[in-house]
């Protein structure tokens, strides 16, 4: 919420009027247009993840198997038994649907209100990058948010176009260190090997446990984190309980061993591969327990297009310069090295023993190698 | 060979996809931009699916599908079959039966859409298609900005906003009006 505020409260010192003028289209926005606009704004920052279960994207896909925890945060927000009524007798009328379209589907000419809350330079990430560094003590994640913010501005393809999120000419090194920030805390914390095996852990825990428990969007705000946990830590004391083998694990801090990793330059050939050592390490160790981690979707690093980029999936980012609009891509020496995705998957294996490990790790690699 | 990975019904979507286009027209190429515009016309007339498209260089574009292609690729559901490193052309493969067989009530739903768009679309160019998709997206975007209409000056106004020159004004007006007639927008 704060980095939404300071987002919104830099842009509309740059282009108020002109955001002002767009804003003032939407009905709800018509009276005390910026007000509104920044308190929306200023909610889908605070809300955006309210929808969220227990543990994250840990149980996302096992509690929410039909839906996301973005559709939960829209229901929320919008829905009279939550938070409807209250954020429009607080606020304004209709601020819960302007909030929840923020999240899901903005009108046209909010859509830069959507991009502070998650774009390519947003309030979301600016926050948790620097939270989670803090937390999980590493260096790695850190970045001059202040003078990040300072240099972003807003700019508008002739006097009819969208509002867009754009960057000033000395904001581009601030911005790198965005994305390199984005870059080592994936590939250091969000993906290192122990964080994935007891993210795996969590969820065969949440899967072994009766679906009734979470099939209504109230169960599932139900069970928050504390319920979660001691739900958690009653099943590894008592092998009665559903999902002991797997609570137990966390518990005891007794994880299964990498024996095999894909690179995270590798693409969708590699993840082939993978499957193939999987399948065969399985039959050839038929005493060890194995468990693999091959993520579905590449994790963005940064969405911007660079000279000579045929990827459709990235993007123009504006950069000003002396009033006129370049490509960031085109500017930043840095992001043309840096890829725009990636992924990492793990073969994982329940062996403590150092010689089978390594055995085991040789193995995969002549299969991975031979396939 | 069977599945190695788990699959979703939007995986069993964009696979079946394939293989209607690739039925329809076995000579077409069917490249990433292709598969983008067929899978985000079936989104516009309601095929239920998680993908969320926004718009792109090329027109409408949805990052999960993107993956969801290399997904399928990696464990054989789909393959492609260019030989061309630049441009791809997928077709089913032999892990699909597979996938299909595990999705067959859902997919016989939304057969008769899923034709329907291949037997329209599948055979025209990715130009064509990036055409006709940016084009339902700009009528959705002014549409979606208010007001009463009529709609076409804005929406092609919008349309060359995105597209720049890319496009002649005659291709534009006169995909505006087919897909008027065929009611995907309105005038």
Redesign the interface.
């Known amino acids: 919420m704060e980095m939404a505020s300071r987002i919104f409260d830099q842009l509309a010192s740059r282009q108020g009027a002109v955001m002002e003028e767009i804003f003032r289209?939407i009905p709800e926005l018509k009276e005390h247009t910026m007000a509104r606009a920044r308190q929306v704004c200023r909610l889908a920052g605070l809300l955006h993840d309210v929808g969220h279960c227990c543990f994250s994207h840990a149980a996302e896909k096992v509690l929410q198997q039909d839906s996301?925890h973005e559709a939960l945060t829209v229901k929320v927000i919008i829905e009279k038994q939550y938070l409807r009524d209250k954020l429009d007798a607080l606020f304004f009328p209709g601020c819960a649907d302007l909030t929840a379209s923020l999240i899901d589907n903005p009108?046209?000419?909010l859509q830069i209100l959507k991009d502070i809350v998650s774009g390519q330079i947003d309030a979301d990430r600016t926050d948790y990058l620097l939270r989670d560094s803090y937390h999980c003590g590493v260096d790695y994640g850190r970045f001059d948010y202040r003078r990040l913010i300072e240099c972003l501005t807003v700019w508008q393809?002739?006097n009819?176009?969208p509002l867009e999120m754009a960057i000033n000419r000395d904001g581009i090194h601030n911005f790198e260190s965005l994305i390199l920030a984005r870059y080592q805390m994936n590939t250091q914390v969000y993906y290192h090997r122990l964080r994935r095996i007891y993210d795996l852990y969590l969820k065969e825990f949440f899967l072994s446990l009766d679906p009734s428990n979470f099939n209504t969007p109230d169960k599932v705000l139900a069970l928050n984190d504390f319920r979660a946990t001691v739900q958690l830590m009653d099943a590894a004391k008592d092998d009665k309980l559903p999902g002991h083998k797997w609570a137990k694990r966390i518990v005891e801090r007794d994880h299964h061993r990498d024996v095999f990793s894909l690179d995270e330059r590798d693409?969708?050939?590699a993840?082939?591969k993978a499957?193939?050592v999987?399948?065969k390490i399985v039959n050839e160790f038929p005493d060890v327990e194995f468990l693999r981690d091959?993520p579905?979707?590449?994790t963005?690093i940064h969405k911007i297009?660079c000279p000579g980029d045929?990827d459709?999936?990235?993007?123009d980012f504006p950069l000003i310069d002396q009033g006129k609009r370049y490509s960031l891509g085109e500017r930043s020496q840095l992001l043309e090295k840096l890829p725009a995705s990636f992924r990492i998957g793990y073969i994982f294996a329940d062996t403590t023993d150092r010689d089978i490990k390594r055995e085991i790790a040789n193995r995969c690699r002549d299969i991975y190698q031979g396939s | 060979m069977s599945l190695v990975f788990e699959h979703r019904w939007e995986h069993a979507l964009v696979a079946s996809v394939i293989d209607a286009a690739k039925k329809e027209c076995p000579n077409c190429y069917l490249g990433r931009t292709a598969i983008q515009k067929l899978v985000y016309f079936l989104h516009v007339l309601e095929v239920p699916m998680s993908f969320k498209f926004r718009i792109h260089h090329f027109g409408p574009f949805c990052d999960e599908l993107a993956d969801t292609l290399d997904w399928l690729q990696a464990d054989g559901v789909i393959e492609d079959q260019s030989s061309q490193s630049r441009y791809s052309n997928f077709a089913s493969s032999e892990n699909w039966t597979e996938l299909e067989e595990g999705h067959l009530d859902q997919l016989s739903a939304h057969q008769e859409t899923i034709e329907s768009v291949v037997n329209a679309l599948g055979s025209m160019d990715s130009n064509t298609l990036e055409l006709i998709a940016t084009l339902d997206y700009s009528f959705r975007w002014v549409h979606a900005c208010g007001g009463n209409g009529p709609w076409k000056q804005s929406a092609i106004e919008k349309f060359k906003a995105i597209k720049g020159n890319k496009f002649k004004d005659e291709e534009i007006t006169e995909w505006y009006d087919r897909l008027v007639n065929a009611q995907l927008i309105k005038k």
């Open positions: 289209l996301d009108v046209p000419q393809d002739g009819s176009g693409g969708y050939l993840l082939n499957g193939v999987f399948s091959f579905e979707k590449t963005p297009a045929h459709e999936s990235l993007i």
